[in-house]
């Protein structure tokens, strides 16, 4: 059986883990209701849904780089382990990104992060919006307006409260978020703009295909600096936690798997850490999915 690679990114407090829980159908993953931690390092669940088997990868939160630099740059580089552990595994079939309504103008730098400087960005995203403040119907256009791309997207309830959960709308919000995990790893990758396809096939008639997978310390320092819109003094520290000091040092992006038939290494419980696999710690209410992906909007390159 093909085994889908998942990984689960979101700001601190956004829900990721109770996102993790609902396609569990059960209490797995530590959940917290404060700006606290509660997920310390990456971890992943083995999770069958509707006939399909994913391995999610559940990971730290992060907060705004202005607010503790050290913490942010911290749970970045622990969570590029998480992708490079993808990475060596085959890739990765979707990159499931958990936002609040609130932040959504804020995401497109830590979009951009994941999807273009740590991914290939054939690897599809696929957006969880919680703490829904608008019609679910509205957030096509926001996405769109943010230059935001991805393949599809729902609204789920995620209580920010303890005590505030409404079961009517958790089933409910279950429902869509499994319907888009077993839609959008079906679909396949992302579309590429013919330009970009042309300059693959000349990579590949030269040798060179695989060279786009890998960044030198420059690129990814002017990614930082120009796509994802960071701080100087924070790309630095960010290289840093990323073991990226040296000029030579390369950044290994992830590609998309494919869903390629696959052998995990699991726990007994079904979870297992990144402290069990890497030796060292540097390197909606409503169901509907709802198809926003943009073949000409996806690649756009403007640094706005």
Known sequence: MSMFNVLVVGQTGCGKSSVVNMLAGESRAPTSHDLSHCTKHWVEYAI????????????????????????????????????????????????????????????KGHYRLFHEVFCDEEVPVAL???????????????????KIACVDYVCANIASTPGRSNSAADTESQKAIKELLVKCCDAGP????????????????????????????????????????????????????????????????????????????????GASTRDEQVSDARPSSGSQLHSVVDSASLHSRSDN
């Open 48 to 107: 069958p849904v509707d006939g399909h088997s994913f391995q999610v990868f559940d990971t730290i939160g992060f907060l705004e780089p202005g607010l503790d630099t050290k913490g942010y740059t911290e749970a970045i580089a622990d969570t590029y382990l998480a992708i490079d552990t993808l990475r060596q595994r085959g890739g990765i079939d979707l990159l499931l990104y958990c936002v609040r309504d609130e932040e959504i103008e804020k995401m």
């Open 128 to 146: 969880v919006v919680t703490s829904r403040g608008i019609s679910h119907k509205v957030y096509k256009a926001i996405f769109r307006s943010h």
């Open 190 to 269: 992302n579309p590429r703009s013919t330009l970009q396809q042309l300059w693959r096939r000349v990579q590949k008639l030269v040798g060179t295909d695989q060279s786009y997978r890998s960044l030198k310390r420059n690129e990814v320092s002017a990614l930082l600096t120009r796509r994802c819109k960071m701080q100087q003094e924070v790309v630095e520290q960010l290289l840093t936690a990323l073991n990226l000091q040296s000029p030579s040092s390369r950044l290994h992006r992830a590609p998309y798997a494919g869903a390629a038939t696959r052998n995990l290494p699991s726990s007994e419980n």
